[in-house]
């Protein structure tokens, strides 16, 4: 989650419209300026998601999650039976 929140300050500091070039010296696209774009506004709204829960929300809906496993509690077995 700290990677994709330095990658969306990292775009911001790097727009495309900027007259500075990238490290390697080339441009970006059209397709590749978009498919940055539509990739940062997807990140932002699973971050935004996420953010809104708390982590005892978090928690919950995880038990939530386990408890409709049908294999969770069992107890392998284990031998000759």
């Given at each position: 989650m700290l990677?994709?929140?330095a990658l969306v300050e990292d775009s911001q500091e790097n727009n495309p419209g900027s007259s500075s070039k990238?490290?390697?010296g080339?441009?970006?696209t059209e397709a590749e300026r978009k498919f940055q774009e539509v990739?940062?506004?997807r990140m932002r709204e699973r971050v935004a998601k996420?953010?809104?829960k708390s982590h005892k929300e978090k928690v919950?809906?995880?038990?939530?999650?386990?408890e409709a496993q049908t294999d969770h509690f069992d107890?392998?077995?284990i031998g000759p039976g």
């Open positions: 990677r994709e929140q990238p490290k390697n080339r441009t970006m990739r940062l506004k996420e953010a809104k919950d809906d995880f038990n939530k999650y386990l107890l392998p077995r």
